[in-house]
Nanobody
Framework: QVQLVESGGGLAQPGGSLRLSCAAS????????IAWFRQAPGKEREGISC????????YYADSVKGRFTITRDNTKNTVFLQMNSLKPEDTAVYYC????????????????????WGQGTQVTVSS
């Protein structure tokens, strides 16, 4: 069992930045991919970024590409999401999720693969 705890959400102005953290604990040895999803009120959950533990490959949704950066610190079992140039449409609850499943398709469109989820952290972008 893996436990995930997000932190770092809050209020930012348009054009501002926030950095989210996702700390993993428990049985983390076989984790293959950690991803960030978000869900805004009245909208479907959206996969926005993920990182593969085996080689550090990163993937981004078009909506955040060039603005968000996912990184990891394996010594601390923590994944970060640096969010720059924030827009009001980035307002959502952000969740990190982890899976030990190897998948040939897009993890960002396969939320069902992720068996471990954090509690979520609210990000609000508003002036």
């Amino acid at each position: 069992q893996v436990q995930l705890v997000e932190s770092g959400g809050g209020l930012a102005q348009p054009g501002g930045s926030l950095r989210l953290s996702c700390a993993a604990s428990g049985f983390t040895r076989n984790l293959y991919t950690i991803a960030w999803f978000r869900q805004a009120p009245g909208k479907e959950r959206e996969g926005i970024s993920c990182i593969r533990n085996i080689d550090g490959s990163t993937y981004y949704a078009d909506s955040v590409k060039g603005r968000f950066t996912i990184t990891r610190d394996n010594t601390k079992n923590t994944v970060f999401l640096q969010m720059n140039s924030l827009k009001p449409e980035d307002t959502a609850v952000y969740y990190c999720a982890a899976t030990n499943t190897i998948y040939s398709g897009s993890y960002l469109h396969a939320a069902w693969l992720f068996g471990s989820w954090g509690q979520g952290t609210q990000v609000t972008v508003s002036s």
